[in-house]
């Protein structure tokens, strides 16, 4: 007798804290209600990436010559502004010569028509020559001063391509790959050293289309490299591809991540986990029923259940933002939702935290 008893209160007792054993026996179905609340809410937004480095330049040969010195490798790393090839081209040299010698012809010209013009122009003066006589004087005198311009052009055309001759790091980085070897002829645009700036490095990230929105230049993520799983690091968005792959449907993001002992090294694999935090409308993510094409909750009127359409923003561990549907005060069911229905009576329970 005493076991039939506590079974029908065992059942009574279900009916009043179980939602689905509630519904089944159609009796009010029991149901705890929490408050939208405006609250910073921080959405997770994984993806993976390739490290890269932030730049790269490609040294080029602007001359003809024979490497005579270059004494670099590929992982060597080089100064700014190091001289890491150097070519030899006889011809250039005899050109340069040849333009010095003739500079100096021109000069030795152009004085010399120059006095010889002072000279004739005293004899002018001096009524013991006609004044017509200077005009060719004054011809000369001129283009032997145009000459002397052009030789000094040609000297410095000269000097610059013997510059040329000496190619330097125009940044501080590591030597990515080489093209050319010690005592091999290079001719003009032939590739000879490609730099990269490891330091810092960059991280080319694949985000899925639909979480893009929530990232932003400047927001910061945590990387780990597979290479180093217990290390953990911080880069901030340099920047975001204004267009997204339309076969992986994803963005490419870039991260900066500085690398001071260049152990990162371009090609390594990382994963990738970015925050992003809003004052928004926030609401327990247990509220929130969805189906395929739309998100609900459910609210009490009057004791029974109403279906409110909402639409969700950033999700977190447990919550989940409101942009649309709610306001702040409006309660939600966060218990027995599930066995919910439009029209549905229901019976509020204490919340457990009161």
């Known amino acids: 007798m005493v076991t039939i008893l506590f079974g029908a209160y065992y059942q009574r007792h279900l009916k009043t804290v179980i939602p689905v054993v509630a519904r089944k026996a159609g009796e009010p179905i029991p149901v705890r209600l929490s408050a939208a609340k405006i609250s910073e809410i921080t959405e997770l937004v994984a993806a993976t990436g390739v490290a890269g480095s932030s730049r790269s330049v490609r040294l080029f040969c602007s001359q003809p010559g024979k490497i005579v010195y270059l004494p670099v490798e590929i992982g060597d790393i080089v100064e700014e502004g190091q001289v890491v090839v150097r070519l030899e081209n006889r011809d250039l040299d005899i050109a340069l010569e040849a333009q010095k010698l003739k500079l100096k012809r021109s000069q030795a010209?152009?004085?010399?028509?120059?006095?010889?013009?002072?000279?004739?122009?005293?004899?002018v003066n001096r009524n013991l020559v006609e004044a017509f006589q200077l005009i060719e004087d004054r011809f000369k005198s001129q283009m032997a001063g145009i000459d002397e311009e052009i030789a000094i052009k040609e000297l410095r055309r000269a000097e610059e391509g013997i510059k040329n001759l000496e190619i330097s790091s125009p940044i501080r980085g590591a030597v990515i790959?080489?093209?050319?070897?010690?005592?091999?002829?290079?001719?003009?645009?032939?590739?000879?050293?490609?730099?990269?700036?490891?330091?810092?490095?960059?991280?080319?990230?694949?985000?899925?289309?639909?979480?893009?929105?929530?990232?932003?230049?400047?927001?910061?993520?945590?990387?780990?490299?597979?290479?180093?799983?217990?290390?953990?690091?911080?880069?901030?968005?340099?920047?975001?591809?204004?267009?997204?792959?339309?076969?992986?449907?994803?963005?490419?993001?870039?991260?900066?991540?500085?690398?001071?002992?260049?152990d990162i090294l371009p090609g390594m694999s990382a994963f990738l986990q970015f925050s992003s935090t809003k004052t928004s409308l926030v609401i327990p993510r247990l509220a929130v029923v969805s189906s395929v094409d739309k998100h609900a909750v459910y609210v009490v009127e009057s004791g029974v259940a109403r279906a409110v359409?909402?639409?969700?923003?950033?999700?977190?561990?447990?919550?989940?933002?409101?942009?649309?549907?709610?306001?702040?005060?409006?309660?939600?069911?966060?218990?027995?939702?599930?066995?919910?229905?439009?029209?549905?009576?229901?019976?509020?329970?204490?919340?457990?935290?009161?």
């Open 177 to 262: 790959s080489r093209q050319a070897n010690l005592g091999e002829q290079v001719f003009e645009k032939d590739r000879l050293l490609t730099i990269g700036d490891y330091d810092p490095i960059h991280v080319v990230a694949d985000v899925a289309e639909p979480m893009i929105k929530y990232l932003a230049v400047g927001d910061s993520a945590k990387i780990r490299f597979e290479a180093f799983p217990n290390r953990e690091l911080t880069g901030k968005i340099d920047r975001i591809h204004p267009r997204s792959d339309p076969t992986k449907k994803t963005v490419e993001v870039v991260l900066e991540i500085a690398n001071p002992n260049r």
């Open 109 to 123: 010209e152009n004085a010399l028509y120059g006095e010889l013009f002072k000279f004739r122009e005293s004899l």
């Open 309 to 354: 359409n909402v639409k969700t923003g950033r999700v977190a561990e447990k919550e989940i933002e409101v942009i649309e549907g709610l306001q702040e005060g409006d309660q939600v069911v966060v218990f027995g939702n599930l066995s919910l229905f439009e029209g549905a009576e229901v019976r509020v329970l204490p919340n457990t935290s009161e």
